[in-house]
């Protein structure tokens, strides 16, 4: 039987860059404070690494995102496999050029003759009282980005699993670490290996409903649980996982077998991801649906400051259980 | 800004070879130009012309090696770095003999077999990702550099300023040239940049910057020579302003409105490529026969990459689901 281990998001992806980074010399990590000098970065994900590694392939740089994205463009494209940390996702707007215009498109510009094989780490979520400038969920605007992998992982062991895979990606892939989980321990097997990217996972099986959710609302979904059970509601999660490419054939299977589907996400609803994932069960599903798909997202502002107004903004649990009530009709 | 003492000399030979690069780009844009106003190609066309000097002499410093990244006014950077023609044409017609198989277009030409990495529609996005390449340099502790190609305008956007401060502090083996042609578009250099001279903002880096007659191979060489060897030798980058003027504005159909008809003329009075002949021949390094024959021997390679290129297929519309990964994913 496998060791399982009891670590958080932060260990688990602090394990990722140790094994990514000692089993492969082309490995490099540069970011805002994240050499041991400087702490290994803001929430100390990258401790150790420059010491084990050496300044060369992990360096603190400047507060100069544009230049941090595009010196991980130009390594990639020279062979090496940069991980690069942008301190809060609100961040990356200051990078959106490198992002958008560059690393997610310069394999197709090139007709394929340059690849680049960056991960960009990031960190956001609402629930600190970080408000409007540092807890947005962007994973919409990189999703609409044709070429960029987008991944927001909802537990220690897929942060590890995952982000391994975004390391051996041969495509830019963001990976979104959210505030709410990072801290939160769970079960991690102590020979966990990397996790497909676009494979979406069934946490909780059930037959009434399908709850298609990723990163922290996968959490706020199972705190859900037990008012759904209470309503007679037999929900089924699916954790997303990845949500570019993301896996039409679980979340679909699971909603031909519930008839229902409701996605949940921390991103503003308006535009936001899951009226893709809604309007595509709408086409491939129309006639096999028992109720119209349901969306609940961040509401149309900015994250709010105050305590009152940050729980609004988020999905609650007990939102998707009376969502879910709506939608039993 | 510094000033250099025993200035590197191009040999007679690398003289002739600066000004084969420069017929080569200057027939190439011609050729370019007529076919576009012939109505044979349909893209938009920001023509160097009168800018070839430039690439010209850095590349006879480079090797097959070394890498640059450009921007949307870049074919003759890349013309001077040596790359094919053939594809080149094929791929400003969109075919899929083109570098980037029709995909990427003038404005986004690739080709890492003759070191070009990345051409940028996005002003002063060549620097951000030369950073890396250079870093990617470094680490193979190899003696490449790397040529990050801009305009004067682009030193105003952030992107400029953040590379620099990065190449600095890392040492890294790059060189950014910003092409001062005096023009943004359409806006004048002295109502949108702050100094008088771009050079001037290598001092706020801490590395080396120098204005440099952009039209004078002499000048240019030894600069450029100076700049790479210390990046050879790890010493860092170096910021080369290299004033110059673009003969037919900003955009093929430009009409100028912006400069003067004095200005104008006077530049182009003072063409380098002509100019470059003339020196050749009065100081013995060639005959005019020899030149002559470098011109038709270039001329016949133009030719017959437009006729490639024009007469390659079209992509298959397949390649929309391609090359947006490594695998073809349905999306
Ligand atoms: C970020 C960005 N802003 C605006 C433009 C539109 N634009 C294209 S070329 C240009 C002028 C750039 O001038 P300069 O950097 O001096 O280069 P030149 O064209 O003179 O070679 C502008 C504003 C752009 N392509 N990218």
């Given amino acids: 039987m496998t060791e399982m281990l009891k670590m958080n998001g932060i260990q688990a992806i602090n394990a990722a860059m140790f094994e990514a980074m000692a089993a492969d010399d082309k490995v490099l990590v540069l970011g805002e404070d994240i050499a041991d000098r400087e702490g290994g970065g803001v929430t100390g994900t990258m401790k150790g690494l420059s010491t084990k590694f050496g300044d060369h392939r992990v360096r603190t740089t400047p507060i100069s995102e544009q230049a941090i994205i595009g010196a991980a463009i130009g390594a990639a494209m020279a062979g090496y496999k940069p991980v690069a940390e942008i301190m809060l996702m609100n961040f990356t707007t200051v990078a959106m050029d490198m992002i958008f215009n560059h690393a997610a498109k310069l394999r197709f510009m090139s007709g394929g003759q340059t690849s680049v094989p960056l991960t960009i780490r990031t960190l956001t979520g609402a629930g600190w009282q970080t408000a409007g400038q540092h807890s947005d969920h962007l994973e919409g605007w990189f999703a609409h980005a044709a070429g ?6 909802s537990n220690p062991a897929d942060m590890k699993g995952l982000l391994m895979s975004c390391i051996a990606d041969p495509d830019p892939c963001i990976f979104v670490e959210n505030g709410m989980t ?15 990217l676009g494979k979406a996972k069934v946490v909780v099986e059930g037959t009434d409903l399908t709850i298609v959710t990723w990163s922290a609302q996968v959490m706020r979904s199972q705190m859900a649980l037990a008012g759904l059970a209470e309503a007679g509601i037999s929900a089924e999660i699916v954790d997303l996982r990845t949500i570019s490419p993301w896996d039409k054939e679980t979340v679909l299977a699971s909603v031909v077998k519930t008839g229902r589907a409701l996605v949940v996400h921390e991103a503003v609803r308006n535009f936001g991801p899951g009226a893709e994932i809604a309007a595509t ?4 599903l129309f006639g096999q649906l028992k109720a119209p798909v349901k969306r609940l997202g961040g509401a149309y502002c900015a994250v709010p400051f105050a305590k009152v107004l940050e729980d609004a903004f988020v999905p609650q649990p007990d939102d998707i259980v009376a969502a879910a009530k709506a939608m039993m009709g | 800004m510094p000033e250099l003492s025993n200035a590197p000399v191009p040999s007679p030979e690398t003289l002739v070879d600066i000004y084969r690069r420069m017929v080569r780009i200057e027939r190439n844009d011609d050729a370019i130009r007529q076919t576009v106003r012939r109505g044979r190609l349909t893209m938009p066309y920001y023509s160097a012309r009168g800018q070839e000097v430039i690439p010209s002499a850095i590349s006879t410093l480079l090797t097959k090696d ?3 990244c450009t921007i949307y006014r870049g074919i003759h950077d890349m013309v001077a770095k040596d790359m094919p023609l053939r594809p080149l044409w094929a791929e400003i017609a969109g075919r899929v003999d083109g570098t980037c198989k029709g995909k990427g277009g003038p404005m986004h030409l690739t080709h890492p077999e003759s070191g070009i990495m990345v051409t940028t529609g996005i002003v002063g996005s060549s620097m951000p990702i030369a950073n890396g390449l250079a870093w990617a340099a470094q680490l193979d502790g190899s003696k490449r550099v790397v040529i990050a190609n801009f305009g004067d305008g682009a030193s105003n ?7 620099l401060n990065l190449a600095s502090i890392w040492k890294l083996p790059v060189i950014f040239v910003c092409q001062n042609n005096g023009f943004a578009e359409h806006t004048r250099y002295e109502n949108a940049t702050s100094v008088d001279f771009i050079a001037k903002r290598a001092a706020s880096y801490n590395m080396p910057g120098y204005t440099v007659d952009g039209n004078d191979p002499l000048d240019m060489y030894a600069h450029a020579h100076v700049a790479i060897e210390r990046a050879r030798a790890g ?3 170096t910021l080369l302003e290299c004033k110059t003027f673009r003969f037919l504005g900003h955009v093929l159909g430009d009409d100028d409105f912006y400069m003067t008809k004095e200005e104008k003329a006077a530049a182009m009075a003072k063409d380098p490529l002509p100019a470059l002949r003339a020196s050749l021949i009065a100081d013995g390094h060639a005959t005019e026969a020899q030149l002559d024959k470098i011109v038709a021997d270039i001329e016949a390679e133009v030719a017959d990459a437009q006729e490639f290129g024009l007469n390659s297929p079209l992509p298959d519309v397949a390649e929309l689901r391609r090359d947006v990964f490594a695998e073809e994913i349905a999306a």
Avoid: M, R, T, Y
Wanted: glycine share 10%; aromatic share 6%; charged share 20%.
């Fill in chain 1, 148 to 153: 960029i992998k987008v991944v927001c992982p």
């Fill in chain 1, 182 to 196: 990072l801290f939160v321990p769970g079960e991690v097997a102590a020979d966990q290996g990397p996790i497909p």
């Fill in chain 1, 281 to 284: 069960i709408n086409e491939e």
């Fill in chain 2, 66 to 68: 070394d890498q640059i």
């Fill in chain 2, 157 to 163: 956007i952030g992107a400029f300023h953040e590379s």
């Fill in chain 2, 235 to 237: 010493e860092g980058p």
